[in-house]
């Protein structure tokens, strides 16, 4: 578009109105903000007609910076991230002070919201080990977290100083809150049943879920090997972002993950060298990162040394602790 356009002109009505919009939404890609801008601007000058066509990458990114620029004041930001399954990229209205439970208390109540620590701990402690790194979670499994265990009411307990103050949910009123929190944009179900956290929630909630689980990292005390196995969130070496659905390295012992769609450009930056950009053992047969790996999908190479090994016993054996009851 040319810069006498409307999208290339200074914060107006038509990015007043285009916000409206992403706050509806949440998220937006710019396949579906082309005919939405369209018409926005179509309306601004109804007598020169703009198509989604005539909205460039170029021109919406523009935009985009134009709306953070005003929105950031009010601890807005709109951030953005490629889908880790669909790969598109997926531009988020995110809070960038809040936490996520202070976010959400406008709309769920107390026993809610502690119903929802319960399936994020389940998510990224009991589903995500050394063995499985899950971090997804199926809908009778969140189920069985509608009412907290004698442990989460000990546990409460001692951090408020106070009895019986989380009274749980009926497994109706679980379900709906898991349906609700989908609607909503905090969660997405696969094909497979299984509740994952959105690309959004993961832009949004990125800071806390480092903070909540990756808490022991610092502690004194532990070797190497030992402090690994508590880094519950993990990012990708290539694009830096959190990965919840990938590629793991072929050594059970390495920190190395990778999106699936930022294999081939790691590998394109290291001249052509298909290695673990963490510990440089050979990307053959890399484990799966994801609902994969309660399927029993993942694989490991035998033998190459680096610490590579075969999981294969080790991978039934999290698979069936999977479908067994956590308490």
């Excluded at 109105?17 to 369209?38: G, H, N």
């Excluded at 909503?184 to 832009?203: H, I, T």
């Excluded at 440089?280 to 029993?296: D, H, I, M, N, Y």
Aim: charged share 25%.
């Amino acid at each position: 578009m040319s810069q006498d356009d409307p999208i290339a002109s200074t914060y107006n009505n038509t990015h007043r109105a285009f916000l409206q919009a992403l706050l509806s939404t949440q998220t937006i890609t710019y396949p579906t903000a082309k005919p939405l801008l369209a018409a926005i601007l179509t309306a601004q000058t109804p007598d020169r007609p703009t198509l989604p066509e005539d909205i460039s990458q170029e021109d919406f990114e523009t935009y985009i910076d134009a709306l953070t620029t005003q929105i950031s004041p009010f601890d807005l930001e709109i951030r953005s991230t490629v889908h880790q399954t669909s790969k598109e990229r997926i531009y988020a209205l995110v809070n960038t002070t809040s936490d996520a439970l202070t976010q959400m208390s406008t709309t769920h109540s107390a026993d809610e919201l502690a119903f929802l620590k319960r399936v994020l701990d389940a998510m990224f402690e009991t589903y995500n080990t050394p063995r499985a790194e899950i971090m997804a979670i199926k809908s009778l499994q969140a189920l069985r977290l509608a009412r907290p265990s004698g442990e989460d009411r000990r546990r409460e307990s001692q951090a408020a100083n106070t009895q019986g103050k989380d009274a749980g949910l009926t497994q109706v009123q679980a379900e709906k809150v898991m349906g609700t929190l989908k609607d909503e944009g905090w969660f997405e179900l696969s094909a497979k049943g299984y509740y994952s956290l959105s690309a959004r929630a993961l832009m949004e909630l990125r800071g806390w879920l480092v903070e909540i689980y990756n808490d022991h990292e610092e502690e004194d005390g532990q070797d190497e090997d030992e402090e690994a196995e508590h880094v519950k969130i993990k990012f990708c070496t290539a694009c830096k972002e959190i990965v919840t659905v990938g590629q793991r390295c072929p050594d059970v012992n390495c920190q190395g993950r990778l999106h699936g769609h930022c294999v081939k450009n790691m590998f394109r930056a290291q001249q052509g060298r298909e290695q673990c950009p963490v510990c440089k053992v050979v990307w053959t047969e890399p484990g799966a990162v994801g609902e994969k790996a309660a399927r029993g999908d993942v694989r490991q190479s035998n033998g190459g040394g680096g610490g590579r090994q075969s999981n294969g016993g080790a991978r039934r054996e999290e698979v069936v602790d999977e479908e067994s009851d956590s308490e």
